[in-house]
């Protein structure tokens, strides 16, 4: 089995092994999702939005019998998206911040 990826390293003249070429991208994958995190945050804040909406109903009509009870579990689910997105966003800000 080979292991050399790459050219030598210009920093040590070593050779890189796979799974330093997999460390070194994926620590650049997670260098662009932080800044894909802190430019994009309002489409972020969307896409939350919007899963929400989607998960909430989904889960209403998987799981709520009761016509009467679907309506009231959605005035439910519809007024407590502030308190969701406070806490979304504040994980968010967390991982931003990781």
């Given at each position: 089995?080979?292991?050399?990826?790459?050219?030598?390293?210009?920093?040590?003249?070593?050779?890189?092994?796979?799974?330093?070429?997999?460390?070194?991208?994926?620590?650049?994958?997670?260098?662009?999702?932080?800044?894909?995190?802190?430019?994009?945050?309002?489409?972020?804040?969307?896409?939350?939005?919007?899963?929400?909406?989607?998960?909430?109903?989904?889960?209403?009509n998987q799981r709520v019998?009761?016509?009467?009870?679907?309506?009231?579990?959605?005035w439910i689910?519809?007024?407590?998206?502030?308190?969701?997105?406070?806490?979304?966003?504040?994980?968010?800000?967390?991982?931003?911040?990781?």
């Open positions: 089995m080979v292991k050399q990826l790459q050219p030598p390293d210009p920093q040590s003249g070593q050779p890189k092994t796979k799974q330093q070429f997999e460390q070194e991208r994926m620590l650049d994958v997670l260098f662009l999702l932080d800044l894909m995190f802190v430019r994009e945050e309002a489409t972020v804040k969307q896409i939350v939005d919007c899963l929400y909406d989607i998960g909430s109903i989904n889960l209403i019998p009761s016509r009467h009870l679907k309506l009231c579990a959605r689910a519809r007024f407590s998206k502030p308190a969701f997105r406070f806490f979304s966003c504040a994980g968010l800000g967390a991982i931003a911040l990781n």
